[in-house]
């Protein structure tokens, strides 16, 4: 027996992404924005409303970065969630964040995340909120790399927020090889 939901925004896994830019004024500044995901082979869509600070610093600088929350910094991804840019002058900093500049685009890289996609602005449609960005890196902290240069998500530990629950999830167990498995079934 199922059980209905009605029309709600709920998915497996909802990615905790932490878009950064920079302010008129240079200072990073992050929010937290789960809706969004691959949507060409190198561009990135999102959701954001336009009245965020991130995205305004996003249309008047032309960049942003999007890196991947990790579960060792949950409450600081949680945080730039929930406090505004707009009231909040520092929340980067009071989320113990540390900016590092892109050598790709005029955005900030967060030392602490380790996984981030360097995106230009591709596009923004503020009657739908919905973000496209350019993919023109990605960089990724050599600490969650394994011996064959590959990211080892165990080390990295990318948390997804499940919205059945208001969690947030941790990822690290395998489940199977893609590409590969299913094979067995054809």
């Not at 869509?45 to 610093?57: F, L, V």
């Not at 999007?66 to 002058?89: I, P």
């Not at 449609?125 to 960089?139: A, F, K, M, Q």
């Amino acid at each position: 027996m199922r059980k209905n939901l009605g029309a709600k925004p709920y998915t497996y896994p909802q990615p905790v992404f932490i878009i950064a830019t920079y302010g008129s004024d240079g200072a990073p500044d992050a929010m937290n924005a789960a809706w969004g995901g691959i949507s060409d082979d190198k561009e990135l869509s999102m959701c954001i409303s336009a009245s965020h600070k991130t995205t305004k610093n996003i249309l008047a600088r032309g960049a942003f970065t999007v890196s991947m929350g990790e579960a060792a910094y949950a409450a600081a991804c949680d945080y730039v969630g929930l406090a505004s840019g707009n009231t909040e002058k520092d929340k980067f900093g009071k989320a113990g964040f540390h900016a590092v500049k892109s050598e790709f685009v005029d955005a900030p890289l967060i030392e602490e995340l380790s996984v981030a996609v360097e995106c230009r602005l591709k596009s923004f449609d503020p009657e739908t909120g919905r973000l496209v960005g350019e993919i023109v890196n990605v960089s990724v902290d050599e600490r969650v790399l394994d011996e064959n240069g590959h990211v080892d998500v165990a080390r990295a530990r990318p948390i997804t927020f499940d919205p059945f629950n208001n969690t947030y999830v941790a990822l690290g167990e395998i489940a199977g090889q893609a590409f590969h498995d299913g094979l067995a079934l054809k």
